[in-house]
């Protein structure tokens, strides 16, 4: 999932969900052949002159998540595959780097600058259009703002509303091309508004379903982006068709403003959810492109294709184990930090990803990447993930369970029901991570059962698990990532965690002018949630991108745009 923080991605959509990141601007990244130089040049690795660029021809990339919702802004849709495909033809106003920073998005922008503490002014480029003509303007930055404002739509099921309820106005001028956003107070991460994390979607079409003025018309037209495949684009690429769990296939769009034409004649990205099968695509040259969630076999069967290059990243993606609050069992404290003591986070990192990366260590912060200088060992100090059994079972003892390491009875004379963790169907790290977890459970006397999902995003919203793992892939902005990710109120916090105490924390981070308090405030905040046993982070996700030797422009970006950040110059080198 995505993050500004899940798609699983964070703001809202900040963050994307993700069943699926090098070096991130800096590290010791593995690397291959056209992505040799991408721990030194991560910006420009793999850039090929204009001139030795081929005009036309078709480029496959594999992605392993079908597209069960088009809304990457709502909490179903905000999937990292949907936030990838989305970046081929909607438009925003800032993009994340690989080296894991922010820009403003040259193609759409004029400029967008904070001229006050409380307001920002957005300056589109006058051919902005949507591909039916329709000039992209300051409707469709209401349109965005409204429905992922829970007090203009609160029937609008967003990914989170990161400080879009912060904002007071959205006005536009200058026939639309110029937006300027009025705040209630400060908004520490404001350049994520908008941003590639939270895309805009064209306020026109909406408007087709239903009165954008009116909140239920907002919440009918949400949920129509989601259930429809759009026929509209205002990026380099229009959708010429979609074949569901099968593939999506772009073609460039003759309305296109930017600077960069695409060079491909068509791009398609083929669904493959089993894993096993991406090597054999990549190796018969069925895709020519590959970021695959990177496990042992995975990794191995790429490094020995020929004509392949590859380049696994440390970014800004993030393994975890959730636990969800609305199971009854889990409603207790005590059996919560039981169980994430008795997890070991080494013993999965050497039996898993720590096979193929040994840069991969325990990660010990909710809020922050290692890259990240606010980042803090907020685990320090706890047995938390240590894999320490006997101290987790010293917890449930002390806290009046019985039956403990055999069938585990609470408090209260009821059994401890046995619990379900799912993964990402196709995964097999997480499926052996999950089969691990099962494995300490049963040292305590927990029954655990490992089950797979093929749509991550429905799973977390409907609530149909008691453990998941997935990570999130995150933007450059930890503040509305923060508030997407563990607000009481937020559509991505999935296991509902509420916590009026971290509330304020996160609020008061989000609307700081001060980021070294606020980052003060969030490693608090982390603290609290970290101690509660809610979610435990597992480990720093490598990314694995793996591409086709003849493939030129592409790049690893080990945040939550991934490598289609740059989706208008990838193209075909020229043969001979």
């Given at each position: 999932m995505k993050a500004a923080a899940?798609?699983?991605?964070?703001?809202?959509?900040?963050?994307?969900?993700?069943?699926?990141?090098?070096?991130?601007?800096?590290?010791?990244?593995?690397?291959s052949g056209n992505f040799a130089d991408c721990p030194e040049n991560i910006n420009t690795c793999n850039e090929v002159p204009a001139d030795q660029l081929q005009d036309g021809g078709t480029i496959t990339f594999a992605i392993e998540k079908n597209i069960a919702n088009w809304n990457v802004n709502s909490a179903e849709g905000n999937v990292f595959e949907t936030g990838m495909a989305t970046k081929a033809f909607l438009p925003y106003a800032f993009n994340s780097t690989p080296e894991l920073t922010t820009e403003l998005n040259t193609d759409l922008m004029v400029s967008a600058e904070l001229t006050n503490p409380t307001t920002a002014v957005y300056k589109i480029k006058p051919e902005a259009t949507w591909s039916d003509g329709t000039p992209i303007g300051a409707a469709d930055f209401v349109y965005a703002w409204k429905t992922q404002d829970a007090r203009e739509c609160p029937d609008c099921a967003s990914a989170g509303n990161g400080g879009y309820d912060q904002i007071a106005d959205v006005v536009g001028s200058d026939g639309g091309k110029t937006v300027t956003l009025t705040l209630e107070r400060p908004y520490t991460d404001w350049q994520s508004f908008f941003g590639s994390n939270a895309p805009l979607y064209p306020a026109h079409i909406a408007a087709q379903q239903g009165d954008i003025n009116t909140p239920a018309g907002l919440a009918s037209s949400f949920e129509w982006l989601g259930a429809n495949t759009p026929t509209y684009s205002g990026g380099p690429f229009t959708i010429q068709s979609w074949e569901n769990n099968q593939?999506?296939?772009?073609?460039?769009?003759?309305?296109?403003?930017?600077?960069?034409?695409?060079?491909?004649?068509?791009?398609?990205?083929?669904?493959?959810?089993?894993?096993?099968?991406?090597?054999?695509?990549?190796?018969?040259?069925?895709?020519?492109?590959?970021?695959?969630?990177?496990?042992?076999?995975?990794?191995?069967?790429?490094?020995?294709?020929?004509?392949?290059?590859?380049?696994?990243?440390?970014?800004?993606?993030?393994?975890?184990?959730?636990?969800?609050?609305?199971?009854?069992?889990?409603?207790?404290?005590?059996?919560?930090?039981?169980?994430?003591?008795?997890?070991?986070?080494?013993?999965?990192?050497?039996?898993?990803?720590?096979?193929?990366?040994?840069?991969?260590?325990?990660?010990?912060?909710?809020?922050?990447?290692?890259?990240?200088?606010?980042?803090?060992?907020?685990?320090?100090g706890t047995d938390l993930g240590s894999g320490n059994v006997e101290r987790a079972r010293q917890i449930l003892t002390e806290a009046g369970y019985t039956g403990v390491g055999q069938d585990l009875v609470a408090p209260d004379g009821q059994a401890v029901p046995d619990l379900r963790i799912r993964y990402t169907v196709g995964n097999a790290i997480r499926q052996s991570q999950s089969e691990l977890f099962a494995q300490y459970m049963q040292q305590l006397g927990i029954g655990i059962t490992v089950e797979p999902t093929d749509d991550l995003g429905t799973t977390l919203t409907a609530g149909e698990y008691d453990i998941m793992v997935f990570a999130w892939v995150q933007s450059p902005f930890p503040f509305g990532g923060a508030q997407?990710?563990?607000?009481?109120?937020?559509?991505?916090?999935?296991?509902?965690?509420?916590?009026?105490?971290?509330?304020?924390?996160?609020?008061?981070?989000?609307?700081?002018?001060?980021?070294?308090?606020?980052?003060?405030?969030?490693?608090?905040?982390?603290?609290?949630?970290?101690?509660?046993?809610?979610?435990?982070?597992?480990?720093?996700?490598?990314?694995?991108?793996?591409?086709?030797?003849?493939?030129?422009?592409?790049?690893?970006?080990?945040?939550?745009?991934?490598?289609?950040?740059?989706?208008?110059?990838?193209?075909?080198?020229a043969e001979g």
């Open positions: 899940a798609v699983a991605v964070a703001g809202v959509g900040a963050l994307l969900l993700s069943a699926c990141g090098v070096g991130g601007g800096g590290g010791d990244a593995t690397a593939a999506l296939t772009l073609v460039p769009n003759e309305r296109w403003y930017g600077a960069t034409q695409p060079r491909v004649d068509t791009l398609i990205l083929r669904v493959v959810t089993d894993a096993t099968q991406e090597p054999i695509a990549l190796q018969n040259n069925e895709v020519q492109v590959l970021y695959p969630q990177p496990q042992v076999d995975i990794v191995t069967q790429i490094q020995q294709i020929p004509g392949v290059s590859q380049v696994q990243q440390l970014g800004l993606t993030w393994e975890h184990f959730d636990l969800n609050l609305r199971n009854p069992a889990l409603q207790d404290t005590a059996l919560r930090q039981a169980m994430f003591t008795a997890v070991n986070r080494q013993d999965i990192i050497d039996k898993t990803v720590g096979q193929f990366n040994p840069e991969v260590v325990p990660l010990n912060s909710l809020m922050f990447l290692p890259q990240q200088e606010e980042y803090t060992d907020n685990l320090a997407q990710l563990w607000l009481s109120d937020s559509g991505s916090n999935f296991g509902q965690y509420k916590n009026p105490r971290t509330d304020e924390l996160i609020n008061a981070a989000a609307s700081s002018t001060d980021k070294a308090a606020a980052a003060q405030q969030l490693n608090e905040a982390d603290k609290i949630i970290l101690g509660d046993a809610y979610v435990l982070p597992i480990y720093q996700k490598p990314t694995l991108l793996a591409t086709r030797d003849n493939v030129a422009n592409v790049r690893g970006n080990a945040t939550l745009d991934g490598p289609m950040y740059n989706v208008a110059e990838w193209a075909l080198r």
